[in-house]
């Protein structure tokens, strides 16, 4: 199973003092899937069953100083990814109907609401991870990927709240965030996977 060999690929790595460690990227929903049958967590059947992951990590303690020595379980966060148009299959979407040169699909632009939605899917992949153990979510927002399409008027040629000038553009991800840390509480951790190169 695919999730029992990331349970061991993990946990060996913090045998190796490893303190925080990100997943590759896990889908949100079916049309974020970067081809067919990709890693989602989208349902408590998924949820449950990334447990094995969580527990494998959590199981290894990691030496620490503070005001003195102690250890702390080692952390894991799951990176949440939408592909966005960078999709392998029929069912992508992205913040304006574009085709990326690396799919034989053309996006499918999100309406206002569906990109509400799509929002919503982040929060429930964040909680979802949250009860299945993981420490936090990496929200991956740049290499080209959902959000960062909404980011660049190269992909974003919108005329709503999510489209225009760069406080708009960048709303579909303030409001992943904002609706993430709503909803998960303060002590769990978000990373926002930002690259410089945007």
Not at 4 to 13: K, P, T
Request: glycine share 8%; net charge positive; charged share 25%.
């Amino acid at each position: 199973d695919g999730l029992d060999a990331m349970a061991a690929y993990f946990h060996e790595r913090a045998k190796n003092h490893l303190g925080l460690m990100v997943t590759g990227g896990i889908a949100p929903s079916r049309e974020g899937w970067v081809a067919p049958f990709a890693a989602k967590l989208t349902t408590r059947e998924e949820m449950e069953a990334h447990r094995v992951v969580t527990d494998a990590v959590h199981s290894v303690r990691i030496p620490v100083i503070h005001d003195r020595f102690t250890d702390v379980p080692s952390r894991i966060c799951l990176q949440i990814l939408h592909a966005g148009r960078y999709a392998m299959h029929p069912f992508a979407v992205s913040a304006s109907a574009t085709k990326s040169p690396i799919s034989p699909f053309k996006a499918r632009a999100l309406s206002t609401r569906q990109a509400k939605e799509t929002i919503q899917d982040f929060v429930r992949t964040a909680l979802l991870a949250k009860e299945a153990g993981y420490d936090g979510v990496e929200v991956m927002g740049s290499e080209g990927y959902l959000i960062h399409q909404f980011l660049v008027t190269h992909t974003n040629q919108r005329t709503d709240e999510f489209g225009g000038d760069f406080g708009n553009r960048m709303k579909f991800a303030v409001d992943i965030v904002r609706g993430i840390r709503q909803a998960a509480g303060k002590d769990f951790m978000i990373i926002f996977r930002l690259s410089m190169m945007d």
